[in-house]
């Protein structure tokens, strides 16, 4: 299964917000930034339509992972932070953020935010899915 098919789309006229699960680490800032747009109690738990467009990019962009990503209508994609930055977390996970080529075994993606995995253990490599280590 490919990487885009592992992706769901939420769409309003002016924004559409991608969500992809294997790739989300419960960083929570989403819930904690629009709880009327991202309520994991409901189905669909994403509801594009309850924030402006500008205010949903605006909280999207805090998702560290990249499990959320978003394309305005009127403007398109996200513009990369510039210059890019590594973080490395003390248990060894690199939080990236800005113009990146992620390579995939599904090949090279475009990014703008992502956690890679700093210990190998990750079933989603090269991204962390807390599944070792450094995801502790």
């Not at 699960?21 to 747009?37: F, N, S, T």
């Amino acid at each position: 299964m490919s990487d885009e098919s592992k992706r769901r789309a939420y769409r309003t006229e002016s924004i559409t917000v991608t969500f992809e699960a294997g790739r989300c680490l419960h960083a929570a800032e989403c819930v904690q930034g629009l709880p009327e747009v991202f309520d994991t109690t409901k189905r669909p738990w994403i509801q594009p339509d309850r924030a402006t467009a500008e205010r949903l990019a605006e909280v999207v962009r805090r998702c560290p992972s990249g499990a959320l990503q978003y394309e305005l209508v009127e403007g398109g994609a996200e513009a990369p932070d510039r210059p890019t930055t590594i973080t490395r977390s003390v248990t060894g996970q690199l939080t990236v953020r800005g113009e990146l080529s992620v390579h995939t075994p599904h090949g090279v993606r475009a990014e703008t935010r992502a956690v890679l995995c700093g210990c190998g253990q990750s079933r989603l490599q090269p991204y962390c899915d807390h599944a070792g280590s450094c995801g502790q």
